[in-house]
């Protein structure tokens, strides 16, 4: 049995879990009209079948994990759920990551090169955060009454299972300086606190930018747990993370296919010269590379 101090620790982790699902399942309920009239109800592009796979997974993972916790369940099977919740963490991390990758192919006319490179790096992170997550992977996954499944990690198992979250916030992060350069490049600096949600491609800056904020004072707490929390703490925040990025992005694609009938991104984009005119729709780029 723990001590009252663990005891307390495992608590908050166990009412970090509740939370998230909390947020979670209300989104879900919340955001349900918008889903069907501007997913259900329109042609299904790639967007819309990312968006789906996104909020499914994510509402039936979580769900069944809460379920899990309150399970009664032996040590071998307790040892293979702890596997099973990373597993799930680094698919609904890709899953993420792909929906934005998404966003700067088409914020940036479909450029091959920009896709190409992101696939690069994104390749590279995920090759990081799989040796840092499973490469040695041992967790010490002890039942407790009342609480249920729950693992903890040593120092160095911690600082390794870290690098997932890591690699996903540096992915954000260059999601992020895309979105921004890319917006300067084509509307100018000083024009950047001028934005309005009148168009799409201000709805794409101003979400990213939300998103990554959010993101930002989500994940950096639950990095930190693993690299300077004590035993009972590390990693308990990866939950409540995956669940508010699952429906954070949620919102970003609802967002966009509010404002348009197809694709993720449809819109007309002006450099400051107002020359240069690059038509943006990634439905019709991902019909023409057979996606």
């Given at each position: 049995?723990?001590d009252?101090?663990?005891?307390?620790?495992?608590w908050?982790?166990?009412?970090a879990?509740l939370?998230?699902?909390?947020?979670?399942?209300?989104d879900h309920i919340?955001t349900?009209?918008?889903?069907?009239?501007?997913i259900?109800?329109r042609?299904k592009a790639?967007?819309?079948?990312?968006?789906?796979?996104?909020?499914?997974?994510?509402?039936?993972?979580?769900i069944?994990?809460?379920c899990?916790?309150?399970?009664?369940?032996s040590?071998?099977?307790c040892v293979k759920?702890?596997?099973?919740?990373?597993?799930?963490?680094?698919?609904?991390?890709l899953?993420?990551?792909l929906?934005l990758t998404?966003?700067i192919?088409?914020?940036y006319?479909?450029?091959?090169r920009?896709l190409?490179?992101m696939i690069?790096?994104?390749?590279?992170l995920v090759?990081?955060?799989c040796?840092?997550?499973?490469?040695?992977?041992?967790?010490?996954?002890?039942i407790?009454?009342?609480?249920?499944?729950?693992e903890t990690?040593?120092?160095?198992?911690a600082?390794?299972v870290?690098?997932?979250?890591v690699?996903?916030?540096?992915?954000?992060?260059l999601i992020f300086?895309?979105?921004?350069?890319?917006?300067c490049?084509t509307?100018g600096?000083?024009?950047?606190?001028?934005f309005?949600r009148?168009?799409?491609?201000?709805?794409?800056?101003?979400?990213?930018?939300?998103y990554?904020?959010?993101m930002t004072?989500i994940?950096i707490?639950?990095?930190?747990?693993?690299?300077?929390?004590?035993?009972?703490?590390?990693g308990?925040?990866?939950?409540?993370?995956?669940?508010?990025?699952?429906?954070?992005?949620s919102?970003?694609v609802l967002?966009?296919?509010?404002?348009?009938d197809t694709?993720i991104?449809?819109?007309?984009?002006?450099?400051?010269?107002?020359f240069l005119?690059t038509?943006?729709?990634?439905?019709?780029?991902?019909?023409?590379?057979?996606w």
């Amino acid at each position: 049995m723990p001590d009252i101090t663990e005891s307390q620790q495992l608590w908050i982790h166990l009412y970090a879990v509740l939370v998230a699902n909390s947020i979670l399942i209300y989104d879900h309920i919340a955001t349900l009209p918008e889903e069907i009239a501007f997913i259900w109800r329109r042609p299904k592009a790639l967007s819309s079948k990312l968006f789906l796979v996104n909020r499914y997974i994510a509402l039936l993972g979580n769900i069944f994990a809460l379920c899990i916790d309150f399970l009664p369940m032996s040590d071998e099977s307790c040892v293979k759920y702890t596997l099973c919740r990373q597993l799930f963490f680094l698919f609904q991390g890709l899953i993420v990551c792909l929906i934005l990758t998404i966003r700067i192919y088409a914020l940036y006319g479909c450029s091959k090169r920009v896709l190409i490179s992101m696939i690069i790096i994104g390749f590279i992170l995920v090759i990081v955060a799989c040796a840092g997550t499973f490469g040695h992977f041992s967790s010490n996954a002890t039942i407790y009454p009342g609480i249920g499944c729950y693992e903890t990690y040593t120092a160095e198992i911690a600082a390794r299972v870290g690098l997932a979250w890591v690699a996903l916030f540096v992915f954000e992060l260059l999601i992020f300086i895309l979105t921004v350069y890319r917006i300067c490049k084509t509307r100018g600096l000083l024009r950047l606190s001028l934005f309005t949600r009148s168009n799409v491609v201000n709805i794409v800056f101003h979400d990213g930018a939300m998103y990554f904020r959010a993101m930002t004072l989500i994940n950096i707490p639950n990095i930190l747990t693993y690299y300077s929390g004590s035993v009972n703490t590390r990693g308990s925040l990866a939950t409540f993370t995956s669940s508010m990025s699952a429906t954070l992005i949620s919102r970003l694609v609802l967002n966009l296919h509010e404002s348009m009938d197809t694709g993720i991104l449809s819109t007309t984009v002006r450099d400051s010269s107002d020359f240069l005119t690059t038509r943006v729709n990634v439905q019709s780029a991902i019909s023409s590379h057979h996606w």
